[in-house]
């Protein structure tokens, strides 16, 4: 079971992600359009100042340059956000609940309350496949 549903949760994020490029909207996600209001609403509660568990600021000002190419706490020598690497990206691990199999700690986020939405989470990798810009 605990094996099993990464996987099924990564088969899900790929329909997902399929679906919405087959579908009419094909325009580059923004960072900011669309990923930074998530993050407020969803994250920054507890990723505010950089100092909590995590050590990042998710913020609208902070997000960004918390985030991509920064190395996570939790798996050392994996980045937060590496552009054009969702797979290599802790952040879309911790979102998907597949970051224990990637050696990291913790549980999945957001902690303690409902996982992003499977369209919420296709988004942010195709920001990530799309070279994760500041858009
Ligand atoms: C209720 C508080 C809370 C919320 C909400 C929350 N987090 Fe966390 N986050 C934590 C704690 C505590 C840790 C450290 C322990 C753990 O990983 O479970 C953490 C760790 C992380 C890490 C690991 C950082 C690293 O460098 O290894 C990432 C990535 C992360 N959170 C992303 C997010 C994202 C993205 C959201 C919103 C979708 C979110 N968190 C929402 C409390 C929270």
């Not at 329909?15 to 579908?23: Q, T």
Request: aromatic residues 8%.
């Amino acid at each position: 079971m605990i094996k099993t549903w990464p996987l099924a949760a990564l088969t899900a994020l790929f329909v997902a992600s399929f679906s919405s490029l087959a579908g009419a909207d094909n325009e580059a996600v923004s960072f900011k359009k669309d990923l930074v209001p998530i993050l407020k609403t969803r994250c920054a509660v507890c990723h505010l100042t950089g100092q909590e568990a995590g050590m990042m600021a998710l913020h609208p000002r902070a997000a960004y340059s918390n985030l991509v190419n920064i190395e996570s706490v939790e798996v050392a020598g994996m980045k937060r956000v590496s552009p054009y690497q969702p797979e290599a990206s802790y952040l879309m691990h911790k979102l998907l609940g597949s970051h224990l199999d990637v050696g990291g700690t913790g549980t999945q986020m957001p902690f303690g309350s409902q996982p992003l939405s499977s369209g919420e989470i296709a988004s942010f990798k195709k920001w990530i496949s799309e070279g994760a810009a500041e858009n």
